[in-house]
């Protein structure tokens, strides 16, 4: 499904100000997205997100620990559904569990994630919300428990996408509803170039 892309402004204007790009195309934004959190910046985005996604039905947020909760939570709050947060270690009190392999680039080895089968099964319909679309394994990670779930993915709602990275190359044509609310073409020579400007 092809998605044209509008970028959030509030966003993208946060992100002039407060990003910093780091070397190896990481871009930081501790200071209001994944450490220190802006609970403005936050509603407004999560209520974009509701936005772009009001053509779906959606009983579910799914999101991967750490970074994507808090957005999740949000959106959930909005929604009026529950949020569920795949674990990336596996607790000793989960009895049935869905599980799949997730490599990170960032930090160059594979980690296990995993979720409760009481908490995402057939009939979901799952809308996945995370902080970053990089390279993309996080959500095919993703895409692989909601398959095994028997579930449905309604879409994927990500806060800033790299683009260099190509994972929402891949999703998009997989056919998923992929939603960036800011999309960085670049952070060549620690320049922030986003789509479209
Ligand atoms: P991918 O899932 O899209 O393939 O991403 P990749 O493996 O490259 O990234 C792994 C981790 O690094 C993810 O967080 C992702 O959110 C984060 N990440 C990727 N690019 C950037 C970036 O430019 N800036 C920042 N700040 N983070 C980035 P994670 O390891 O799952 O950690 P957590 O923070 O969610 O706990």
Redesign the pocket.
């Known amino acids: 499904m092809a998605n044209t892309y509008k970028p959030f402004a509030p966003l993208v204007e946060r992100i002039k100000k407060d990003g910093v790009c780091l070397d190896g195309?990481?871009?930081?934004?501790?200071s209001f997205v994944?450490h220190q959190i802006d609970p403005t910046l936050l509603q407004s985005m999560s209520i974009e997100f509701v936005r772009r996604f009001a053509n779906k039905e959606i009983n579910k947020i799914l999101t991967?620990?750490?970074?994507?909760i808090a957005p999740a939570i949000m959106v959930g709050f909005l929604l009026n559904v529950p949020v569920v947060f795949a674990k990336k270690k596996k607790p000793s009190t989960m009895g049935d569990m869905l599980v799949t392999e997730v490599f990170?680039?960032?930090?160059n080895k594979s980690y296990s994630v995993c979720c409760s089968k009481d908490f995402l099964h057939q009939g979901d319909k799952v809308l996945f919300i995370?902080?970053?679309?990089?390279?993309?394994?996080?959500?095919k990670g993703i895409i692989d428990l909601v398959k095994q779930a028997g579930a449905e993915l309604a879409g994927m709602g990500f806060i800033i996408e790299?683009s260099f990275?190509h994972?929402g190359d891949f999703l998009r044509n997989s056919g998923f509803q992929v939603e960036s609310l800011a999309i960085i073409d670049s952070l060549d020579n620690c320049q922030i170039k986003f789509k479209g400007e």
């Open positions: 195309g990481i871009l930081k934004v501790d994944n991967i620990e750490a970074s994507g990170s680039f960032t930090k995370d902080d970053f679309l990089a390279n993309g394994n996080a959500a790299k990275q994972g």
